[in-house]
């Protein structure tokens, strides 16, 4: 039993795409699992960075400004 030509060309075409395909999808998952990789060192980082900080936020001591003079004073 032949295969007509023109149908073994569209199969062959099919599989060509899938080829790509999934070659497309691998690079992509492979894409995200990097930029996850990324995304929890940077979460790391930014603890260990809230970790340092003192409390109160950023080192400065909370001030009242009515006890500010203004700078034309």
């Known amino acids: 039993m032949d295969i007509p030509q023109a149908i073994e060309d569209r199969l062959v075409d099919l599989e060509v ?3 790509y395909a ?4 691998d690079q992509l998952n492979a894409l ?3 930029q ?28 009242n400004l009515r006890d500010e003079i203004p700078p034309h004073y």
């Open 32 to 34: 995200v699992y990097r």
């Open 17 to 19: 795409k899938a080829a």
């Open 36 to 63: 996850q990789q990324q995304i929890d060192a940077l979460l790391a980082e930014l603890r260990q960075l809230r970790d340092r900080m003192p409390e109160g936020g950023g080192g400065a001591e909370v001030r």
């Open 22 to 25: 999934e070659d497309t999808l």
